[in-house]
């Protein structure tokens, strides 16, 4: 009886080792996404309010950002954010994985409302964008 008793102490030891480094691993983990979100966040929140002015297009050419650019830019600086508090509070990988496909999603949204608006950064008429779709 004796031996199934210590036995059971020490996988218990064990258990509760393995916990503490997960938690560990955890906590340094949720850190390190939350640095790489926050520097995206301002990234966005730059183009959002002006700070970032201008965007480079496929050519290579600068051209200013449009009204409709910096909406989706502010959307996405908001989403980031949501995605930081929500890592910060718990970290569901699986739901962690969604946010940030949804995340990407929006980023594939800025580049197709730079499409529709033109290369010069003219906006093109309602027909040329009827006969692109």
Not at 14 to 26: A, E, F, Q, V
Not at 57 to 80: C, F, H, M, S, V
Request: charged residues 30%; positive net charge; without cysteine.
């Amino acid at each position: 009886m004796q031996g199934r008793y210590n036995s059971r102490i020490r996988i218990g030891l064990r258990l509760d080792k393995m916990r503490r480094i997960l938690y560990i691993d955890t906590q340094r983990l949720r850190g390190r996404i939350i640095v790489q979100l926050e520097e995206f966040f301002y990234i966005a929140s730059g183009y959002a309010r002006g700070k970032i002015s201008k965007t480079v297009d496929k050519d290579g050419k600068e051209r200013p950002l449009t009204i409709a650019e910096r909406q989706l830019w502010a959307r996405i600086a908001a989403y980031t954010a949501q995605i930081i508090n929500s890592i910060a509070n718990g970290l569901d990988e699986r739901q962690i994985d969604k946010d940030l496909d949804k995340l990407e999603e929006m980023l594939n949204k800025t580049s197709a409302a730079a499409k529709t608006q033109g290369i010069g950064g003219e906006p093109k008429r309602p027909s040329e964008q009827a006969k692109q779709q």
